[in-house]
């Protein structure tokens, strides 16, 4: 079993995360150059979420914050984005933004270890790992949406090769009891991942979306970076830097529950 997450690695997370923030920021700008500062910060970073001004657990939904400090925060950002461009570099960014932003990250760690342990983000997952939609898709009623967790931590769920078979087999079995579906659907960066495409039927591929590298501000991009023990995953990150594309860009895909269980059924027994 592998060891929980230190308070030591958790702030490294925190600070190492935001630090591929600000550095993605700058050149973000440079490929975006009609978009503000504030928007990037805001609409292709998860920085808020790391911060103490979000009140609750770290993988809370995005509520569009706009107050009083977060504004002071960007506008601190901003100086200092501004003062580089003129005479300055991105690295020099990086490390002024991050000595501002240490104190906003430092008073997350305990809150976020106790949330950890206490597996605060997984309450409305139904299914191990993975949770479904509360109705099927606009437009598409016979199908529901899904989404993806790591309920193993500190482990990973790919560990045991049964698991997530069986976390599909008990959501498809929910879902087409309680909506009366016949396919099931996800957009994530894991559509990128061949260890997660291994569990899902030929069709899957056949109706992938192609990759979308436009960040923006969610897990579906930024969700890659975290290891199952929840710390930053620094390979991935090094990754980033040296290509300036997202290592696992996100796609969307479905299947029909008939194809998911035969290929299960035939692949994990």
């Known amino acids: 079993m592998s060891d929980e997450i230190s308070a030591a690695e958790h702030l490294d997370y925190l600070t190492s995360s935001v630090r591929l923030m600000m550095w993605f920021a700058w050149y973000s700008l440079d490929e975006h150059p009609e978009e503000t500062f504030a928007g990037t910060i805001r609409n292709r970073t998860d920085l808020w979420r790391r911060t103490f001004l979000n009140p609750d657990y770290i ?6 914050v706009d107050s009083p400090e977060w504004a002071d925060l960007l ?10 461009r003129e005479k300055g570099s991105a690295s020099a960014f990086e490390n002024e933004a991050l000595a501002i932003l240490v104190p906003y990250l430092t008073p997350r760690v305990e809150r976020d270890l106790n949330d950890i ?3 605060v983000d997984l309450v409305h997952y139904q299914c191990g790992s993975l949770r479904y939609a509360l109705e099927p898709e606009l437009g598409c009623r016979q199908r ?9 931590y500190p482990a990973s769920p790919f560990d045991d090769p049964l698991y997530f078979p069986h976390c599909f087999m008990d959501l498809m079995d929910q879902c087409e009891d309680k909506f009366q579906v016949t396919e099931i659907s996800t957009e994530t960066w894991m559509n990128s991942y061949p260890r997660w495409l291994k569990l899902f039927p030929p069709e899957w591929l056949e109706h992938m979306s192609p990759p979308n590298y436009d960040v923006q501000w969610h897990y579906g991009f930024w969700g890659q970076f975290v290891t199952a023990r929840r710390t930053f995953n620094h390979k991935l990150g090094c990754q980033f830097r040296d290509t300036g594309r997202i290592p696992f860009p996100p796609r969307s895909s479905w299947c029909t529950i008939k194809a ?3 290929h299960l ?5």
Request: proline residues 6%; glycine residues 8%; hydrophobic residues 35%.
């Open 59 to 64: 993988d809370v939904p995005h509520p569009g």
């Open 265 to 269: 059924r035939a692949h994990a027994g």
């Open 75 to 84: 506008n601190s950002l901003e100086s200092i984005y501004v003062r580089n």
């Open 144 to 152: 529901i949406g899904f989404h993806i967790a790591n309920a193993c």
């Open 117 to 119: 342990r206490n597996k």
């Open 260 to 262: 998911m269980r035969k």
